[in-house]
């Protein structure tokens, strides 16, 4: 009786196949995610500087700058809602929160960053208050700081900042401290509630301050006056 002998792979040989498969994707995934990574973070920062001039011309059609859009809370109607977009205000002329959503709405702006995360927002009381209030003139300062560190020692990037934007960046707020701490402090002072800010180069897990991707954009207090000032809306 004639027999026939069949031939195939290895199961050594399948797991050799399939390591070099796993190289040769690897090696074609990786320049496809720096690629998308690049173009992640060139949009937003075009997003942010379009929001920077935004927040200018809301300035120099209303005489102050937009209260930010509060991120929770009760719903009291159209001007006190979180998560709506719409700046949030009191009868009064007040903002109910310094820092919230970027108003997006009231901006016409888009919603998120590329990361489908919204963008931070915090503004000077004195440049977000409206009639009746007090609103800023030629001497009101701004008094957001923008560090190069989260101990924001001299020198700044600015003392004197009347808004600031972030975006999280590609980890969303999520900084990693492996293998130990710190504890992420410069991403940490971007969404922390106060008046300092971090804005430096991006840097990996293990850094002195730990992991930090996020975008940071400022407003300071001289260049809307002087816009405004060049407008004709002050003094």
Known sequence: MKTFKFSG???????????????????????????????????????????????M?????NKHLPCPDKTAGANNGINDRPNDGVEDFSAAGNCITQEGNLPWATLSLAERDPWEQRFIYRVTAAYS????????GLATNGNLRVCNA????????????????????????????????????????????????????PTVTGSANGEYDDVVVWLSSNILINRMVTAGQLP
């Open 9 to 55: 792979f290895t199961l050594v040989e399948m797991a050799v196949v399939l390591v070099i498969m796993a190289l040769l994707l690897g090696g074609l995934l990786s320049p496809l995610t720096a690629q998308m990574d690049q173009k992640n973070y060139t949009e937003v920062k075009r997003a942010l500087e379009s929001a920077k001039e935004a927040l």
């Open 57 to 61: 011309g809301y300035g120099l059609s």
């Open 129 to 136: 208050q409206r009639a009746p209030l007090f609103t800023f």
């Open 150 to 201: 989260a101990l924001c020692a001299v020198p700044r990037l600015t003392d004197v900042a009347v808004a600031v934007i972030v975006s999280k960046g590609k980890n969303a707020g999520s900084c990693s401290t492996a293998p130990s701490p710190p504890a992420c402090a410069d991403e940490r002072a971007n969404d922390d509630g106060n008046n300092d800010f971090v804005s430096h180069t």
